[in-house]
């Protein structure tokens, strides 16, 4: 199975590599904050940092931490640290990014009688609508996905995550040498 999920990774970054036709200097770092529902229906807050996007705008890097707050207690939160690898391509009809990512992702108690530093995996597809031509600048998107805790006695936390929010992105110049 895992050597099946590798080899159609590998494809659908050929295949997305070779379709993206974005000028290489459209790249930036991307700052944003997301509203977020995690689990079953954990109400969260989220800030992240996302790489310039590279190798023809196919892939990046992101991390984010954020703080949530249980369905059950509405006043004991616990708080998120991820890191995701990204992969996804720009439509040529639209200022649309399409993309997926996935990584680890821990889990920190509100308070020091709870379980320890949770460790688990979360995956989404993404979609980022850009305001400009270029994918730089203002940005909305939203994430589909899950999360799972293997070591988890709380299930509350595993399952569907939906998040939804908005990324300026800082555009990075490029000098030409043609002046």
């Known amino acids: ?4 999920c590798i080899t159609l990774l590998f494809a659908c ?6 379709q993206t ?3 290489e200097d459209a790249k930036g770092i991307g700052l944003g904050f997301a509203l977020n529902a995690n689990g079953r229906g954990d109400f969260g807050m989220t800030a992240e940092i996302t790489a310039p996007w590279f ?15 249980r369905k059950t207690d509405a006043w004991k939160p616990y708080y998120s640290l991820d890191f995701y690898f990204l992969g996804g391509t720009l439509m040529k009809t639209a200022n649309i990014r399409l993309y997926g990512g996935g ?3 821990f889990l920190f108690p509100a308070s020091a009688g709870e379980k320890p530093v949770m460790f688990g995996g979360a995956g989404f597809f993404g979609f980022e609508f ?15 996905g899950g999360s ?15 998040k939804t929010g908005f990324r300026y992105c800082i555009p990075l110049t490029q000098k030409s040498g043609e002046n």
Do not use: C, H, Q
């Open 1 to 4: 199975m895992k050597k099946i």
């Open 13 to 18: 970054t050929v295949g997305l590599y070779a």
């Open 21 to 23: 036709a974005m000028p």
């Open 55 to 69: 190798f023809k705008n196919s892939f990046s890097f992101k991390t984010g931490g954020g703080i949530f707050f």
């Open 103 to 105: 990584g680890p992702i």
């Open 130 to 144: 850009y305001m400009a031509a270029l994918p730089v600048g203002s940005s909305y998107f939203i994430e589909l």
């Open 148 to 162: 799972g805790f293997a070591a988890s006695k709380r299930l509350d936390v595993n399952g569907f995550t939906v």
